[in-house]
């Protein structure tokens, strides 16, 4: 693997250590969180438009156990090791953790973003309560950017198999 890409797959714990470096440097953070089960250019736009809010952006990736047990046993369709690296090598992206629980509440804490981005069906009030008080707590920004019509994950799955 690229050592350049390979270094944007962090653990907590590096992430953590990269983030005080970019606070350090006055620099802004932008967090968002998913599957990005098969890369799609509605994630591509999604991406984008969360970079464009910080001067770096990290994704926590949920772990293929997680997906599991959030989605059912047919996901992923895609392993969390190819996953991160996907992600990773965009140029958009600068870091990707993967997580193991359905929820990311420890690692907002740990990363304290200074903007969280999340898709357009969400709502302050639809996201998860831990969750929104990790956000609160380390005062991140809330922003929701709107989904590409006609790219999911879900539908690319069901097109193919009518294929």
């Known amino acids: 693997?690229?050592?350049?890409?390979?270094?944007?797959?962090?653990?907590?714990?590096?992430?953590?250590?990269?983030?005080a470096g970019l606070r350090n440097n006055g620099r802004?953070?932008?967090?968002t969180n998913g599957c990005f089960d098969l890369l799609h250019r509605g994630h591509a736009e999604y991406l984008i438009a969360a970079r464009e809010s910080a001067d770096a952006l990290i994704v926590l990736l949920n772990s293929d156990a997680s997906i599991r047990r959030l989605k059912g046993p047919g996901r992923p369709v895609?392993?969390?090791a190819d996953r991160a690296f996907l992600l990773a090598c965009l140029a958009f992206v600068d870091a990707v953790?993967?997580?193991d629980s359905e929820r990311c509440d420890r690692e907002i804490a740990a990363v304290a973003p200074d903007v969280y981005v999340k898709g357009g069906d969400y709502t302050v009030e639809k996201l998860d309560p831990g969750e929104r008080a990790a956000l609160f707590a380390c005062g991140a920004e809330i922003r929701f950017i709107p989904f590409v019509p006609g790219y999911s994950t879900t539908g690319l799955i069901e097109k193919s198999r009518k294929s």
Request: aromatic share 6%; charged share 30%.
């Open 1 to 19: 693997m690229n050592e350049q890409i390979r270094k944007k797959i962090m653990t907590l714990s590096e992430a953590a250590e990269w983030r």
């Open 28 to 31: 802004k953070l932008a967090l």
């Open 78 to 80: 895609c392993g969390e």
């Open 97 to 99: 953790v993967v997580f």
